[in-house]
């Protein structure tokens, strides 16, 4: 069970559990150097946020359902919650109608700050000072993971203006009671996420610990944050390395073609290609809120692939990724449902589905996307990486150079990752419009979507304007 009750430390106006906004109002009074005393409990107090992670308002199910309702290979069903308020892009300053996404990492990054300020001030009881460094690490990577999250949902994307425009709050620090952090740029969040991970990956280790993250995974976000930030060849670099790297630590492999969609099955959990998942049990799950259930026919029936997804995908009958789709009924249409998480059967809705956050797949085509940018040998490379995946999907295809262009990238990109939570941040951060007309989509649905939208970032929650009253809105939304 990852649910292991840690310590909460230092005061900070910092929102608290449940909430969904900053707080002035305190959890308890324990000082930080009290709440950590031995490497065991440091590791304790990691591994709760990971628990913290996993709420339904958050990567239980809010971080998906924005990334893919809001793109244009998801939808909702017409009925409500926040797969079908991402989807209509319903935001609003008095309800975020998008999960704990201010709230809850907001209150993650204190709690890492914490950990972080007791092994400062080097008052943990330790022998063991290799393992301390790695939970050290582990934190910044948590940190990074919460900040580049908040950045990408509250803030533009950096290639829209170079990072010139405001994002959220940087949380740089442990907070004290009465500091009110100011929005930072968005380029001074990527400079702190970098610099956060880059020394977190010198730090961790190595070892696969389930349900957390090792240093596999901090270089897998650190290339999702190279990506993000435009730095393709940085981006590329760690992508190669980290592919070639995990394929002769024997602990990583791409999934075969065989045996693809029996490894998103409730059973095969922490398989070959995961570095970092949520971890989810039958007694220590969102269970009727999260992903898996939200999107499941037998379970709440929110969300469905597109008509345009489904027919990219059945149009080749040879592609083994187009099995984790089921036709059925709603509302009088055929439609078609994503079953990468799904029940003991397909008639079993999933309570205790583990939710994918970094996997070895989406590295790959890291590496194909910056090398196609970067030209030269890189898209040689990259394009080989390409290939990789695109064969895994049917083993009669292939992208010859002539066709290695971005948007056939960023097609592969929508075919492997799809309810994973990002197609909505691809099209964004390099520039394209986002398409929802015909087939099935709802007749009030947003039809084209860009940068320039104002509801493409989620505003600033109205409640912080008590605390930071100078602080400033999203352009297009009011303060309350």
Not at 21 to 46: C, L
Request: proline letters at 4%; charged letters at 25%; one cysteine or more.
């Amino acid at each position: 069970m990852k649910k292991i009750l840690f310590i909460l430390g230092f005061v900070s106006l910092l929102v608290t559990g449940c909430g969904d906004f900053f707080d002035t109002a305190p959890s308890n009074k324990i000082p930080t150097t009290m709440a950590f005393r031995t490497v065991t409990d440091v590791d304790n107090a990691v591994n709760g946020l990971y628990d913290l992670m996993s709420g339904s308002g958050y990567y239980g199910a809010a971080m998906f359902a924005y990334g893919d309702m809001k793109g244009d290979d998801m939808q909702s069903s017409e009925e409500s919650g926040v797969c079908n308020t991402c989807y209509m892009f319903n935001h609003r300053p008095n309800s975020l109608n998008a999960g704990s996404l201010w709230g809850r990492p907001f209150y993650i990054l204190r709690e890492a700050w914490n950990i972080l300020n007791a092994i400062a001030e080097g008052k943990i009881e330790s022998g063991d000072e290799k393992k301390l460094n790695a939970l050290k690490g582990e934190t910044m990577a948590v940190i990074a993971l919460c900040q580049f999250d908040l950045t990408r949902c509250f803030g533009y994307p950096y290639t829209k203006d170079n990072g010139v425009s405001l994002g959220a709050p940087l949380i740089d620090h442990l907070v004290g009671i009465h500091e009110n952090p100011p929005r930072s740029t968005v380029a001074q969040a990527y400079d702190f996420m970098i610099e956060m991970l880059e020394e977190a990956v010198t730090l961790m280790s190595e070892e696969k610990n389930n349900g957390r993250m090792n240093r596999y995974a901090a270089r897998a976000l650190l290339a999702r944050v190279y990506l993000y930030h435009n730095d393709n060849r940085k981006a590329f670099d760690m992508a190669d390395q980290l592919i070639k790297d995990a394929d002769a630590s024997g602990s990583y492999a791409l999934y075969p073609h065989e045996k693809y969609v029996a490894a998103w099955s409730v059973e095969a959990k922490f398989g070959s290609e995961s570095f970092f998942e949520i971890a989810n049990s039958v007694d220590d799950t969102p269970g009727r809120d999260s992903w898996g259930y939200l999107l499941n026919w037998y379970g709440y029936q929110k969300g469905f692939v597109t008509q345009k997804y489904a027919e990219q995908m059945l149009a080749d009958p040879g592609d083994v990724r187009g099995q984790l789709l089921e036709e059925n009924k709603y509302a009088g249409k055929t439609v078609w449902w994503l079953y990468k998480l799904r029940g003991t059967d397909l008639k079993t809705a999933p309570l205790e589905c583990n939710n994918v956050v970094l996997r070895l797949s989406e590295v790959y085509l890291i590496a194909a996307e910056a090398g196609c940018k970067l030209g030269g040998d890189a898209a040689v490379q990259g394009l080989g990486y390409l290939n990789e995946i695109v064969k895994r999907g049917n083993p009669d295809n292939e992208v010859t150079m002539a066709d290695y262009t971005l948007d056939r990238v960023l097609d592969e990109r929508s075919k492997e990752l799809v309810g994973e939570g990002h197609r909505f941040f691809d099209l964004l951060r390099n520039g394209k419009t986002i398409i929802r007309k015909g087939g099935y989509h709802l007749p009030s649905v947003d039809e084209e979507v860009d940068w320039d939208f104002y509801k493409c970032v989620l505003p600033i929650p109205e409640d912080q304007f008590i605390f930071s009253p100078e602080m400033e809105q999203n352009p297009g939304y009011p303060k309350n």
